[in-house]
T-cell receptor
Framework: SQTIHQWPATLVQPVGSPLSLECTVE??????LYWYRQAAGRGLQLLFYSVGIGQISSEVPQNLSASRPQDRQFILSSKKLLLSDSGFYLC????????????FGQGTRLTVV | GENVEQHPSTLSVQEGDSAVIKCTYSDSASNYFPWYKQELGKGPQLIIDIRSNVGEKKDQRIAVTLNKTAKHFSLHITETQPEDSAVYFCAPYGQNFVFGPGTRLSVLP
């Protein structure tokens, strides 16, 4: 069966520090991968999605970047965090191709102080 | 890009009553229409979905109806229970998932 792992679960980082959040998927090949951010009490904002290794599409220009160094690994990074980067970050995967169910990780709650 | 709205943004019902949440979208190319449930501190989970060649789908107490001409689809929950309390998101898929702003459902015992 397929599983998605996202870590860490919580993170407190000072303003100006770097960020690296990692997401891995098991049990499937060539998945579509997504990073979403959710502000408190708000909806999910799509940040990045990837349809293959090295292929990253950015939905919102911001202080963040994403990379996909391996087929089932998706990394969200920042060189210098801002206070506004605080939020709940969710990684998700879906079968490539036509629309199908998206499976979400448990999320990372990032607080920038 | 896709513009997705949900109504209402909050909904309170008595246990046992029905709840209906409506999602409107703008991309006529959307062909997959899921509903997700998010509990506090967790990632969303799919509860029901429908494809563009079907008008209605039911799974026990949950149903989804689709009006592709009018570009909206709705989530129906019957005989609501306290454990149905959560935030519900629609996420119509055209070229990508675009999530609606969410509806907070509270089921009062």
């Amino acid at each position: 069966s397929q599983t998605i792992h996202q870590w860490p679960a919580t993170l407190v980082q000072p303003v100006g520090s770097p960020l690296s959040l990692e997401c891995t998927v098991e049990g499937t090949s060539n998945p579509n991968l997504y990073w979403y951010r959710q502000a408190a009490g708000r909806g999910l904002q799509l940040l990045f999605y990837s349809v293959g290794i090295g292929q990253i599409s950015s939905e919102v220009p911001q202080n963040l970047s994403a990379s996909r160094p391996q087929d089932r690994q998706f990394i969200l990074s920042s060189k210098k965090l801002l206070l506004s980067d605080s939020g709940f970050y969710l990684c998700a995967w879906s079968v490539s191709g036509a629309g199908t169910e998206a499976f979400f990780g448990q999320g990372t709650r990032l607080t920038v102080v | 890009g896709e513009n997705v709205e949900q109504h209402p943004s909050t909904l309170s019902v008595q246990e046992g009553d029905s709840a209906v949440i409506k999602c409107t979208y703008s991309d006529s190319a959307s062909n997959y229409f899921p509903w997700y449930k998010q509990e506090l501190g967790k990632g969303p989970q799919l509860i029901i979905d429908i494809r563009s060649n079907v008008g209605e789908k039911k799974d026990q107490r949950i149903a989804v109806t689709l009006n592709k001409t009018a570009k909206h689809f709705s989530l129906h929950i019957t005989e609501t229970q306290p454990e149905d309390s959560a935030v519900y998101f629609c996420a119509p898929y055209g070229q990508n998932f675009v999530f609606g702003p969410g509806t907070r459902l509270s089921v009062l015992p």
